[in-house]
């Protein structure tokens, strides 16, 4: 892969990033549903190289220094990854004409992401299984994706 490829795929991640956190704060503000917190994705980072490795619910672990810093850190490095997956899917073809059936399928493939593995690491089961309402926590995940799927297409249009 050379440099500017790489470079337009980071730019494209943080573009989809930030495009899908202006969905969490539609849904924040308008919907008034809160979104995922990134300080508590954080607080799980900062206590892995402390040896904890499971929480009843991060809600209920001690808070740590740097764990919004980190949280939000880890979701655009999350996202910058994931802007990769189109290139895996279409390959260079995506670079010189993104598709939205690519992008949305990156979405839905990015889900696995907060299902399996973040939301049993905070504690929530898979899947958001241990929450109160789980089905509309599944929702939003699968909406929040979307719009990162939307966002790899808009800010790959514009890029590429």
Not at 82 to 110: E, M, S
Not at 131 to 154: E, K, N
Request: hydrophobic share 55%.
């Amino acid at each position: 892969m050379d440099r500017m490829t790489l470079f337009q795929t980071v730019i494209t991640g943080v573009a989809a990033t930030a495009i899908m956190d202006l969905w969490s704060l539609f849904q924040k503000y308008i919907i008034k549903i809160p979104p995922l917190n990134y300080a508590l994705v954080g607080r799980r980072l900062l206590w892995l190289p402390k040896g904890k490795f499971r929480h009843n619910t991060i809600i209920s672990t001690n808070s740590e220094h740097g764990e919004r810093v980190t949280g939000w850190l880890f979701h655009y490095l999350t996202g910058i990854l994931f802007a990769f997956i189109p290139l895996i899917l279409d390959g260079p073809a995506w670079l010189n004409k993104p598709l939205l059936v690519t992008a949305l399928l990156t979405g839905l493939l990015t889900l696995f992401a907060p299902l399996i593995i973040l939301q049993p690491a905070l504690g929530f089961g898979i899947a958001a299984s241990q929450t109160l309402r789980p089905w509309l926590a599944r929702l939003l995940s699968v909406l929040t994706h979307m719009a990162y799927g939307c966002g790899l297409y808009i800010a790959a249009l514009i890029i590429y």
